[in-house]
Each structure stands twice: as C-alpha cells, then as structure tokens.
C-alpha cells in the first residue's frame, strides 16, 4: 500500500512563503500523479496542483497560478509544494494525493494558517 507522509512549516505570515513536503513510499510504477488538494473551513476540498512521474508535467488551478510551484525529487520520492505571496485565504488543510487507475491515497493533512 502507497504510504504519503507530509510535512511543512504550519504557520506563516501573510506574504510570507513555506515549502510542503509529501514523501510518498511504494510508488512502483511511473504513472503516479501526485497532487495536492486543499480544504478550508466549510468549504470542499480543492485540487490546486499535480504533477506528473511519468513525464514531470504541472497543473496549476488559475488562482494559485503564479504564486505556487510543484516540484518533485526523484531520489528521495518526495514531492513538494512551495507556496509564495501568502494570503490568509490561504489558510486550509492540505492533503497530498497519489492517483493512478483505480488506485487513490491520502496523505495525513497538514494545517496551514497563513496569519494576517
């Protein structure tokens, strides 16, 4: 079983930047599309980014384009999220996620709050 593990700085201020971290265990296979999700305080949780193992290729939702940055180390099979220019809207759970075919895991949450 796909194991995520996460990790990040958990209160910024705002216009402050932090990195998450997910490190992901057992992915075996290239077709693993790590993403990361969001959930502020009632409301859905949201993608905001992925990236692609097999080619390296991002996704980016239009209202965190420009200011958040996927990225991933390939040799120590982490993924992570540098976030800058943080505004208190910001402030939300964030969920790692590794997808591909019928199989989906979730990693633990990790509360941000971006202070104003």
């Known amino acids: 079983q796909v194991m995520l593990v996460e990790s990040g700085v958990v209160l910024v201020q705002s216009g402050g930047s932090l990195t998450l971290s997910c490190a992901a265990s057992?992915?075996?296979?290239?077709?693993?599309?790590i993403g990361w999700f969001r959930q502020a305080p009632g409301k859905e949780r949201e993608g905001i980014s992925a990236?692609?193992?097999?080619?390296?290729?991002?996704y980016y939702i239009d209202s965190v384009k420009g200011r958040l940055t996927i990225s991933r180390d390939h040799a120590k099979d982490t993924v992570y999220l540098q976030m800058n220019n943080l505004k208190p809207e910001d402030t939300a759970v964030y969920f790692c996620n590794a997808r591909w075919s019928i199989y989906d895991y979730w990693g633990q949450g990790t509360q941000v709050t971006v202070s104003s």
């Open positions: 057992r992915l075996t296979s290239i077709y693993w599309t």
């Open positions: 990236i692609s193992l097999s080619d390296n290729s991002t």
